[in-house]
């Protein structure tokens, strides 16, 4: 009897396991969420849509950011491309204050509604202020009539218009990627599975939401269509905002776990604090509170013996028994150990994350040294003038295109190879790949460099200062290795920071990636100033001078492949080094109950 009345009970638990989630994810509500009603495809499918839109939309205005300075503010070269440069990286500054938000206060779900809405209120502005006060003469802003002169009032109203973009964009992007994610149940076989494919169709619906921007909008705008182009952006972004709402109810959701910097500095300043204090080999009188750490969101969590130092933030000593048995006790003197865990799964993270950097700076050439090599080069096909720019194209076309062949051609081969049970590559040797792929896309574009080069001191019928016999065609390989790169890199990048980075700060893993890009960026202008410096004689030019037919573009292009290279090398000692500690869960029911049927047998 007492047998049967067990089995009826697990049997019910695990009726309940199936309704609803095991993550800990809620409802719009606040009740556990049920996994027919909410997440899986259709919560990522509408989350994938507003992706897609919304980067159409930031695209649409990024893309010929500096022809608009140029043209209709009236602003030199050199200074619309600085311009532009604090622009992106006041974006990616502004996705560490979206992630802050999310993790801390404000959750996921409610952090992406009120960036999108500034997102969309920024683009508004920038349609109405271009419309009616910047473009004037009418018509003006294409390749041949500039924009007369504009008050400071009016140039005033267009740079608060592009930092509200700005600040939109960048709160919005890092949470929207861990929004996503968050409608799989990762302790679901198949879910997690999804969650897996999701981010690479994230990436994806990126890339082709770039693609129309940089190709249909980038013609609009190109040909002086101003308004249309930024009205355009407009609708896309509201569209975006509407269909993201509208999925509201379908949602799955996870409480905000508090300021994580506290939690951090708890930490730092416990462990100093107890500096001089010998603790057992062992590992033994650790502090560990299960109430505590569920209400930070942290879970539970193995200790582990790496940052040793750290640990005696957690060890309890004769005065922290005192101050617990009379509830005095010091958060900045004892600490958790799962709060200690977090800082030391942060801290693991760092120096991969350090290894992308490099990675960011061939990225970023696609869209400036690449494109400068481009208009060196022949650029017309078949009686059809390629604008350069253009030619990113072919990276987004590449990268939609691998995504599908990695997931269902080579993934599923690595997977039989390696083991039945494997799910291919992990995300960590993805990314090494992705840094070897871009290796070969700096050789490719060198060793194209070095022919357009010959070809230009042989070009008759070509400017002798920037052009060369040589067609632009030619760069398709190295754009298309970046596109291919991209997929290990950054799809491999979402995925780690996503399953390593602690439970309380899964936005701030995501924001790690778009930080990568925004130093990238730095350090490419930085190593470009360098080498100028350094390469610049009397007699010489620099590598990279305004004529490119005189410099030598070819010698930075293998300078950066040496440089990935090295990178490389010292991410594999980061990847040997680096200890996977994944959070676990307070409880395994299924041990339980696998456990508890046979003692009640013995019983009875």
């Excluded at 800990?24 to 499918?45: C, E, F, L």
């Excluded at 865990?341 to 700076?361: A, D, G, H, M, N």
């Excluded at 230009?456 to 754009?479: D, E, G």
Aim: with cysteine; charged share 15%; net charge neutral.
């Amino acid at each position: 009897m007492a047998v049967f009345e067990v089995s009826k009970e697990v049997m019910k638990e695990e009726e309940e396991e199936e309704i609803y989630t095991l993550d800990g994810s809620v409802d719009q509500h606040g009740s556990p969420a049920t996994r027919q009603k909410t997440g899986k495809w259709a919560a990522g499918i509408i989350i994938l849509l507003n992706q897609g839109l919304a980067t159409l939309a930031f695209f649409g205005v990024g893309v010929n950011l500096v022809l608009f300075l140029t043209r209709v503010l009236s602003q030199n070269n050199a200074d619309a491309a600085n311009n532009v440069s604090k622009w992106t990286g006041t974006v990616y500054i502004f996705s560490l204050v979206g992630a802050f938000l999310s993790d801390s206060y404000w959750g996921r779900y409610k952090t992406c509604a009120i960036f999108q809405i500034i997102f969309v209120l920024g683009l508004a502005s920038l349609s109405l202020s271009s419309y009616f006060l910047l473009l004037k003469p009418r018509g003006c802003g294409d390749r041949s009539s500039h924009c007369g002169p504009h008050s400071s009032t009016k140039i005033g109203l267009f740079y608060l218009s592009i930092y509200l973009v700005a600040l939109g964009n960048g709160g919005y992007q890092p949470n929207i990627a861990t929004f996503g994610a968050d409608q799989f149940d990762e302790e679901h076989p198949k879910e997690a599975l999804s969650k897996v494919s999701f981010f690479s169709y994230f990436y994806l619906a990126l890339n082709l939401g770039s693609l129309v921007s940089n190709t249909i909008l980038g013609y609009f705008e190109d040909e002086g269509m101003w308004a249309l182009g930024f009205w355009v952006s407009t609708a896309s972004a509201f569209a975006a905002l509407i269909l993201f709402l509208v999925g509201t109810p379908r949602y799955r959701y996870f409480k905000p776990s508090g300021n994580p910097f506290s939690r951090f500095c708890q930490v730092i300043v416990a462990a100093v604090r107890k500096w001089t204090v010998q603790m057992p080999p062992g590992g033994e009188n650790l502090y560990e509170v299960d109430g505590k750490e569920n209400s930070m969101n942290i879970g539970r969590t193995l200790h582990t013996h790496g940052f040793k130092f750290l640990d005696k933030a957690s060890f309890i000593t004769s005065k922290d028994i005192y101050n617990l048995e009379h509830g005095l006790q010091n958060q900045w003197r004892l600490c958790p150990v799962a709060q200690v865990e977090e800082v030391k799964c942060i801290l693991r993270i760092i120096p991969i994350w350090l290894c992308t950097i490099i990675y960011s700076v061939v990225f970023t050439q696609m869209a400036s040294l690449f494109v400068e090599q481009g208009a060196a080069m022949k650029t017309t096909a078949l009686n059809f003038q390629i604008p350069p720019a253009s030619m990113s194209s072919f990276d987004i076309l590449s990268v939609a295109a691998f995504i599908f062949i990695y997931r269902r051609v080579l993934d599923p081969i690595v997977s039989r190879i390696r083991n039945a049970d494997s799910k291919g590559l992990t995300e960590l040797q993805r990314m090494g790949v992705g840094l070897i792929i871009a290796v070969m896309a700096m050789l490719s574009a060198g060793i194209v460099e070095h022919y357009r080069l010959r070809y230009s001191t042989n070009c008759l019928h070509c400017r002798a200062s920037s052009s060369s016999s040589l067609s632009i065609l030619w760069q398709i390989p190295q754009y298309v290795l970046v596109g291919v790169s991209e997929v290990f890199m950054y799809v491999g990048q979402l995925e780690f920071f996503n399953a390593q980075a602690p439970e309380g700060l899964k936005s701030f893993g995501s924001a790690l990636c778009m930080t990568s890009i925004s130093l990238g960026n730095y350090v490419s202008s930085l190593l470009v100033a360098i080498v100028m410096k350094i390469s610049t004689e009397d007699n010489m030019p620099g590598w990279i001078p305004g004529n490119l037919n005189r410099g030598h573009l070819d010698r930075f292009y293998f300078l950066l492949a040496a440089l990935t290279t090295t990178d490389f090398v010292v991410y594999l000692g980061c990847v040997k080094w680096y200890r996977n500690t994944k959070l676990e869960a307070t409880c395994d029911a299924k041990i339980q109950k696998i456990n508890m049927l046979p003692k009640v047998c013995d019983i009875a």
